[in-house]
């Protein structure tokens, strides 16, 4: 069961700013607790390669340019698709961790997360039997703060169960592309 308030024992005096995303995010959960049907969205992000291998993305009102590098025939005009996919991994582990946290009245000083990902790097050309998959990722915690150890583990085990982009990358889901062609 998520908790919504301060902890009883052991808590810590929470930051202004913390006390303010525990309010905010306790006003969100009430909303989406009187219709859980409402609380369900789809988000779509567009992009277009034309002239080299740049690709302009957009969501909503944001915008992202990704680029391979020179040695790969880009113009290197941003980061590869892998930064974004590992700092949405980074981002939001990070994020759901402190959220929880603050939610729950407790102080989390800091939380560092750091993705590591090893590649067979000839398989993105066909050169190997090897799926171009990522082979294994770590992701590393490290949490600044004075609440007792088992306090912050059970945070951050239950966040991780909730966090959309570490289940992505961690359990399989359904990926379906529909192609169209203009002639």
């Known amino acids: 069961m998520t908790k919504t308030g301060p902890m009883e024992n052991n808590a810590r005096p929470q ?5 303010l995303i525990r309010v905010q995010q306790t ?3 009430d909303r989406m607790r009187a219709d859980l049907s409402a609380a369900q969205s789809t988000l779509i992000a567009t992009g277009s390669v034309t002239e080299g291998l740049a ?3 957009e969501q909503g009102k944001f915008k992202a340019t990704i680029d391979m590098g020179l040695g790969m025939g880009g113009d290197a005009s941003g980061p590869p698709p892998g930064f974004f996919a ?11 961790i402190k959220m929880m946290a603050a939610r729950e009245g407790l102080s989390f000083e800091k939380v560092d997360v750091e993705v590591a990902m090893d590649f067979d ?3 993105l050309f066909g050169l190997t039997d090897r799926s171009a998959a990522p082979l294994a990722t770590r992701v590393g915690i490290t949490v600044k703060s004075d609440e007792p150890e088992e306090v912050v583990a059970d945070v951050v085990d ?4 909730a ?3 570490y289940l992505a990358l961690r359990d ?3 990926v379906e592309p529909q192609l169209k062609i203009n002639a």
């Open 163 to 165: 966090d959309p982009w």
């Open 158 to 161: 239950r966040a991780l169960a």
């Open 15 to 19: 930051s202004e700013r913390d006390r």
């Open 172 to 174: 399989a889901q359904l």
């Open 55 to 57: 690709c302009h993305v």
């Open 86 to 96: 590992r700092a949405a991994v980074v981002g939001c582990v990070a994020i759901a």
């Open 121 to 123: 790097d000839a398989a």
């Open 27 to 29: 006003a969100v959960m």
